[in-house]
């Protein structure tokens, strides 16, 4: 019994260490970030490139996707209030759709203003374009090498470092257009790093509202295939029947599983679990494991008196059908 809660009290406590490295990570990137960002308005303005406003855009984005998953790490560390029986923990997927739409809608507007711009193109300092983009290559690399530090299993964090690989493509290809502009004069070349740009938000967004969707619909882990997975469960020799197989993800890394196993009379229900449990945490990561065991209606075998007998024996503590496992 103490062994057991020391395990856990252990667990709970390097759990807790982890997150607030990660919100370390995340505050320092969050400072390189806001910094350079507002000088790089302040640039983008007075040298009238769209390349630069359109990469400060992004780093607003950045910014609010690494103090949403700062928040939602702290709502999803709460213990469990009232009737949200899993905790706060899918705050983080809301977080990464709304990061994921917010993208979206940013790269819609900069498509328009950079079409408008290859039509009429304004003059552009190609000199000022190429240094802030090259400080800005600089500062993402920083940024996104912090956020590398942190745990990327979390969808919420993940996205904001999706974030910050995109934006610093980005950077490079304005560092591109602001050298062109510099050398040959060619004011396009400003809009065309804005495409560019765009085209690297709505992949980064299309990814992030995709992957939150399926967890929000429920739907099960990418890479597991549950055919498979519930043809190796049916497969145990003890195993007669498995239905209403459910596999999901309450959160980034946290998948679920609950099913009904009907097991071959006079076969011991416990071990079957056992059994079943330690191979979907072993060949699966999945340890949320809810299996409710049954054996078969009698009408669906030959059942003698001795095997019923049996049965018993091993099933007798048994909680009622319908009762859960939880682990």
Known sequence: MSDAAGH???????????????????????ALIVVFMAGEVLVGLVAQSLALLSDAAHMLTDAGS??????????????????????????????????????????????????????????VAG????????????????????LSKANRSSLNIEGAFQHLLTDLYGFIATAIAGAVVLSTGFARADAIATLIVVALMTRAGVQLVR?????????????IDTRALGSRLAAHPDVVEVHDLHIWQITSGQPALSAHVLVQPGRDCHAVRTDLQALLAH???????????????????????????????????LPAPGAENNT
């Open 211 to 223: 992957e939150s969707g399926r967890i929000f619909l429920e739907a099960a882990p990418a890479g």
């Open 8 to 30: 856990a009290h252990g667990h709970g406590h390097g759990h807790e260490v982890g997150q607030d490295a990660d919100r370390r990570w995340l505050s320092i990137t969050l």
């Open 66 to 123: 690494i103090i949403l998953a700062i928040m939602a790490m702290r709502l999803a560390a709460r213990p469990p209030p009232g009737g949200y029986t899993y905790g706060l923990k899918r705050v983080e997927i809301l977080s990464a759709q709304a990061n994921g739409l917010t993208l979206l809608l940013l790269a819609a507007w900069l498509a328009y203003e950079a079409i408008r711009r290859l039509i009429d193109p304004p003059p």
């Open 127 to 146: 000199a000022l374009v190429l240094v802030t983009a090259l400080v800005g290559v600089a500062v993402n690399i920083a940024a996104t090498w912090c």
């Open 283 to 317: 060949d699966y990561a999945i340890t949320h494991v809810t299996l409710q065991l049954d054996h078969p209606a009698p009408e669906l075998f030959t059942i003698t008196h001795a095997d019923r007998a049996d049965e018993k024996g091993h099933c007798a503590d």
